[in-house]
């Protein structure tokens, strides 16, 4: 039994970090019908860029946590400067063109991001300093430490101020009457250039958490880091039904303990003939079965109120 | 076969120090003129091959340079083979550690009718190129290729001078179940490489009578370790045994203790790096690896042979320059012992080597490996790998049952062996 928990908390932690993720695809799916691919290497990005800012504050003489702090806040700020060029460089002059060229573009500029990166912090692997004290605890036979809790935490913090600024603001309101109707929207006053830049870049600044998350978490970033992650929050998007808030957040954490579960279980429940290496293979087949049975996903509606 | 980044960055450090201080860049015959003789002199042309260009030049200079030493002293005894008197030259060529490029240079070799190869460095060239060795009947002594597949392809040309996979994966069983530990995990990151590795512990840790409790596998790319950790935890298994790389190693061994799983972690020269180090910080300390070969300060002709390779050269050996020394030897021992410097008639006298080298004993069994392939273990402590025992290994394991698959190299230029 409390090897059972240990695998919910394995996969709670590693969810949070999909679902993060992939509130930024399912925001600017929502509002623009893109699936911006590139998402994964903004993650990517936040993590080398606070590895960078943090160890030089920290080596000229900064407490850790501050320096961390201002990792943060640099990761932060340099991605959503990021992702506002992306959209006004790359998605923009492409609105209006056929769907799969923006799709495109994305996964190009993916690509370009991930040589860039290659190109600035070199290919070796990168140990990220930690910035939470090493804090263990144990409880009822499960053991987690400090940055897990704070990732969970953090996430879900994130999520509902998400949630508050889509249902709350005006900014919020914009963003669906953008989703609902761009045409109308605009007619009613919403600044449809205006509403799909700030998604990009609320998309991007939770990118960042991430991006520090999972560097703080394993210790380790790379310039390949942002791939096989976005691809996972991507599914987890459409696993909850892409351009639904609330069906990122339950997919990602549906993926993630899915996935710990599968990877801890799938030998005893096959008697061995598959092995824990399937652990990636789970969440593409959770894909594509949600797919066949319910292909707007598990929240996903037919119509309207996307975002 | 597989990356040694760590040892790759140091010594780069120190071979780009080196050759910064006036090398007269090393021509490709080299061989000092001798002193014309009386009696006709057959000129015997021995290739090499390394990468010495890209990020391993260091380590294939530094099998050069062990090449070129063993040549200089063979023809500074004055060696005779049947009945004229020879004169080694030691025709070096450079392979980027690219398999592409080792086929081209091995053709390159053949056609320039060498009369035996030492080399290629990594196993990525080394098993490509062998093939055309064998075609060719040329003979082929590669100091530092791992990769089993290397000898088990059934070319009677292929030999090397250094421990396999195969020994690796045994003596790492047999160090296992002296650790007093009764049961096993194991996990791999299902490369040619770690499932090989894996493999060969496997094996050698059921006969040792240890119980594998668990099976487990990731990849190459993997972050996480958790999910599998956990399964591991559940079994209670007393040791973690890795078959992969230093990158996923280190966050693996940092997440058994994140989960308070109390094993020991072991694993093969993947890991036995400062790379893993680095990335698995003080959760590494205390735990053990291993590397193939033989530190030279333990070795009866170690000291010296160092001590005449720092004196010629001025700078220090890197990693396998004595098993590139042995590899010259043994060719040169062979057509010795064979009266000819036909490769044809030297051929069968390799597979009857019985030699001390610089680098440990050389004796070969059917397949071209050595029959007691030396491993050496490390323990990690405090962020340096401190030396704890060098152990022989036995014979190999037949071909049927070895990993068959070859190395598939990760990265555009392949690391090390």
Redesign the interface.
Known sequence: MD?FL??II??LV?GSIYALVALGYTMVYGIMGLINFAHGEVVMIGALISITVTSTLAAAGMPLGLAGLFGLVAAMLTCMALGWSLERIAYRPLRGSPRLTPLITAIGMSIVLQNLAMIFWG???M?FPPLLPKV?F?FAGT???LVQVVIVLLSAALMAGLVFLVYRTKLGMAMRATAQNPAVASLMGVNINRVIASAFVIGSALAAVAGVM?GSY???A?Y??GF?LGLKAFTAAVLGGIGNLAGAMAGGILLGII???????I?DFTG?FL???Y??IFAFVVLIVVLMFKPSGLFGEKTGDRA | MQAK?SVVALSVAAAFALSACGQKDAPAPVAAPAAPEAKPEIVVKLGHVAPMTGPQAHLGKDNESGALLAVEELNAQGLEIGGAKVKFQLVSEDDQADPKQGTIVAQKLIDAKVNGVVGHLNSGTTIPASKLYFDAGLPQVSPSATNPKYTQQGFKTAFRVMANDIQQGKVLGEFAAKQGVKTVAIIDD?TAYGQGLADEFRKAAEAAGLKVVA?????D?A??F???L??I??TKAELVFYGGMD?QG??LV?QMK???IKAKFLGGDGVCTP?FM??G?PAADGEYCSLPGVPLEQLAKGPEFKSKFEAKFGYQIQLYAPNAYDAVMVIADSMKRAGSVEPAAYLPEIAKTKMEGVSGNIEFDQFGDLTSGAITLYQYQGGALNYVETLGGAPVAPAAEAPAAPTAPA?PVEEKK
């Open positions: 090897i240990q695998q394995n996969g590693q290919r070796n692997y140990t263990n144990e053991h987690f430490t999972v394993y210790e380790i790379h390949q880091m096989m996935e710990a579960l599968g990877a801890g279980y030998g061995g092995g824990s290496h652990q990636d | 980044l299902r099976n487990e596998y990731t990849n790319k972050t996480d958790k999910a599998i956990t399964k935890k559940s990158a280190g966050p940092k994140d989960l308070g790379e680095k990335l910080g990265a």
